[in-house]
């Protein structure tokens, strides 16, 4: 078994080498707290859940679940009109043909300051 200190510079190691590949953000360790941009989400509970405060920004979140659940009306569009209040410009990527942009003008979005992208397959979603 290592030791602590062992355990500490294999670590350090890791995150070193997930930041040389991927960028400073990349990786951290537990005790370490970084910046983060993050974007608020019309629910208090929701962004404490997530437990940066909100969504981040600049990734790819997906919100999943049943039809008429309510992911586009209540979370995912006052969260993109809360990217173009922040001066942002947001994307948005459908797993379904469905946007209606008169809705998503009526809970804040500004429509022509969204990149929609509408992926053939699952493949293409996570390309």
Not at 55 to 78: C, D, M, Q, R, W
Request: charged share 20%.
């Amino acid at each position: 078994m290592r030791s602590r200190a062992a355990q500490v510079k294999a670590l350090e190691k890791s995150r070193d080498a997930s930041r040389a590949k991927w960028g400073a953000a990349s990786a951290s360790l537990g005790n370490e707290i970084y910046a983060q941009n993050v974007v608020p989400s019309p629910s208090l509970m929701f962004d404490y859940k997530c437990g940066i405060g909100g969504l981040p920004y600049g990734h790819a979140v997906e919100f999943f679940g049943a039809n008429t659940l309510g992911k586009s009306t209540a979370i995912a569009y006052p969260t993109i009109a809360n990217v173009q209040a922040q001066g942002k410009l947001p994307g948005l990527i459908l797993g379904e043909p469905v946007f209606d942009p008169s809705w998503a003008a009526r809970l804040g979005v500004d429509p022509e300051l969204l990149e929609i992208k509408r992926p053939d397959n699952a493949d293409q979603l996570f390309e």
